[in-house]
């Protein structure tokens, strides 16, 4: 059973920096690109992130780049997001699953979502 436990997130002010994570299980991690979405209130789920299967070739959303950093450890099947100069629009429930390519339109997921993480960004 394919399954992913989101974990990292909080509260944190304006400008600061947090490290997420997500532990996949179920399915053969390194073989595949991770991706991580978030979903702010109100909002439809975007992509912000993806990764090849390897690490070497990474993509951004437009609103995250230069401030966010994705990576993959696959000797621990675990994909981590690296959020600095955050700001209040960040704010949002952050996901983490398999996709099809590294590319950030036209792609899709393959698996089932889990709980995600919360990530708040106030003063």
């Known amino acids: 059973q394919v399954q992913f436990v989101e974990s990292g997130g909080g509260l944190v002010q304006p400008g600061g920096s947090l490290r997420i994570s997500c532990s996949a299980a179920g399915f053969t991690f390194s073989s595949l690109a991770m991706s991580w979405y978030r979903q702010a209130p109100g909002k439809q789920r975007e992509l912000v992130a993806v990764i090849g299967s390897a690490g070497g070739t990474t993509n951004y959303a437009d609103s995250v780049k230069g401030r966010f950093t994705i990576s993959r450890d696959n000797a621990k099947n675990t994909v981590y997001l690296q959020m600095n100069s955050l700001k209040p629009e960040d704010t949002a429930v952050y996901y983490c699953?398999?996709?099809?390519?590294?590319?950030?339109?036209?792609?899709?997921?393959?698996?089932?979502w889990g709980q995600g993480t919360q990530v708040t960004v106030s003063s």
């Open positions: 699953n398999a996709v099809a390519s590294i590319h950030l339109v036209n792609n899709y997921v393959y698996y089932s």
